[in-house]
Antibody
């Protein structure tokens, strides 16, 4: 079964750092691009990063550029999101998702999400 | 930055056809896809590359994309289709989501 399992969320103080992980199961991990998408409480979907299958290309929106870093370990079938300088508006459920190609195929499998709460 | 605009809400009667639009500059020149999200659940891809359905998505879901507008059409809408729907496109190395449309079936 194709599955993505996020972990690493929690309560963090403003200005702090957090590293999310996403384990991938049941598909060729290195053959798929990956993304992180977040959803603030009661709000819509917001894309926060993407990475190619090899890990050689990474993509970010301006809202997180310089604060968030996406990476992957293809040998361990795991995706990461390093988040620094966290702010209250980073509070959200963070989903990892896979795509055959970010530009053409959409995000065809999503994890269950991990909750990040930024508060003092 | 690129923007995709969706109506906040759409209502449809059971058995009727629902259409949800997504507008963006020259969107027809890009690939559009659509996601369905039910309360408390993760999003599910229902349309990709404008009009293709992933395995397991019912045939009543279809899509089109031309000019500045992509449209998700649900034929013979069922109560189980009630959900939030998001369009998405790729623009200059970024994934862009629309603001979402709440579909009410009543």
């Amino acid at each position: 079964e194709v599955q993505l399992l996020e972990s690493g969320g929690g309560l963090i103080q403003p200005g702090g750092s957090l590293r999310l992980s996403c384990g991938a199961f049941g598909f060729s991990f290195r053959s798929n691009a990956m993304s992180w998408v977040r959803q603030a409480p009661g709000k819509g979907l917001e894309w926060v990063s993407g990475i190619s299958g090899s890990g050689g290309s990474t993509y970010y929106p301006d809202s997180v550029k310089g604060r968030f870093t996406i990476s992957r370990d293809n040998s361990k079938h795991t995706l990461f999101l390093q988040m620094n300088g966290l702010r209250a508006d980073d509070t959200a459920v963070y989903y990892c998702a896979k795509a055959e190609d970010l530009a053409t195929h959409g995000l065809d499998v999503w994890g269950q999400g991990t909750t990040v709460t930024v508060s003092s | 930055s690129y923007e995709l605009t969706q109506p906040p809400s759409v209502s449809v009667s059971p058995g009727q056809t629902a259409s949800i639009t997504c507008s963006g500059d020259k969107l027809g020149e890009k690939y559009a896809c659509w996601y369905q999200q039910k309360p408390g659940q993760s999003p599910v891809l229902v349309i990709y590359q404008n009009n293709k359905r992933p395995s397991g998505i019912p045939e009543r879901f279809s899509g089109s994309n031309s000019g500045n507008t992509a449209t998700l059409t649900i034929s013979g809408t069922q109560p189980i289709d009630e959900a939030d729907f998001y369009c998405q496109a790729w623009d200059i190395s970024t994934v862009v989501f629309g603001g979402g449309t709440k579909l009410t079936v009543l």
